[in-house]
């Protein structure tokens, strides 16, 4: 166990509809990235949140958008469903720069109909 | 641009020892990763290795890192029938953001048998 949470593990919506994950990072970690992982693909890097600002963003629409709170924990947010989105959403925490490995969540599991 | 690349499946019996490669193209990366991912779950960290080490073992887990062929590869001894999953390699990435963004391979499906 990482200590990182996230929820709800799983999710059905329809194209279209919007969505929102969250994400507990590990107790001390200040830095939050979200990834998404398709089937049968490695993750792939969404954006990072550190002291509340997005601190670098992959290669995903503006559609895909985040907040990270006081305490550390952070939301994605999915405009605009698409059915390409259906996949595993991984959030991980970590320490900036000089301790950075990253500890992920288990996952929350997205559905698009 | 960033790529990395990996075999993807590897079959070995139980007991005996199995090897996952890797390649990266980054070579500013600060740190290399193993994951393991288990069917329906997140990732388990395994190991890393900070890019200035050639080696780096862990109980029945060696790294080697190849600096100048941006190859790393995972050993793990006496592979048992729990070690079956999918390991991913990543690259941490610092670009021109600082953000230490993982770049991960697509992930090689190890399966041990009996």
């Known amino acids: 166990e990482t200590g990182v949470t996230q929820s709800p593990t799983h999710l059905i919506k329809t194209r279209g509809q919007q969505v929102t994950l969250r994400c507990s990072s590990q107790?001390?970690?200040?830095?939050v990235s979200w990834y998404q992982q398709a089937l049968g693909q490695g993750p792939q890097f969404i954006f990072q949140?550190?002291?509340?600002?997005?601190?670098g963003r992959g290669n995903f629409p503006p559609r895909f958008s985040g907040l990270q709170f006081p305490n550390y924990s952070s939301e994605l947010n999915v405009n605009a469903l698409e059915l390409d989105d259906s996949a595993l959403y991984l959030c991980?925490?970590?320490?900036?720069?000089?301790?950075?490995?990253?500890?992920f969540g288990p996952g929350t599991r997205l559905l698009v109909l | 641009g960033e790529d990395v690349e990996q075999s993807l499946f590897l079959s070995v019996r139980e007991g005996d020892s199995s090897v996952i490669n890797c390649t990266y193209t980054?070579?500013?990366?600060?740190?290399l990763y193993w994951y393991k991912q288990e069917p329906g779950a997140g990732l388990q960290l395994l190991t890393y290795?900070?890019?200035?080490?050639d080696m780096k073992q862990d109980q029945r887990l060696t790294v080697l890192l190849n600096k100048k062929d941006k190859h790393l590869s995972l050993r793990i001894a006496d592979t048992q029938t729990g070690d079956s999953a999918i390991y991913f390699c990543?690259?941490?990435?610092?670009?021109?953001?600082?953000?230490?963004?993982?770049?991960f391979g697509q992930g090689t499906t190890l399966q041990v048998k009996p």
């Open positions: 991980a925490s970590s320490l900036p720069q000089g301790q950075e490995t990253q500890y």
């Open positions: 107790s001390g970690h200040n830095t």
């Open positions: 949140y550190y002291r509340e600002e997005e601190n």
């Open positions: 980054d070579s500013s990366s600060t740190y």
């Open positions: 290795i900070f890019s200035n080490m």
């Open positions: 990543a690259e941490s990435d610092h670009g021109s953001s600082n953000t230490g963004k993982l770049i």
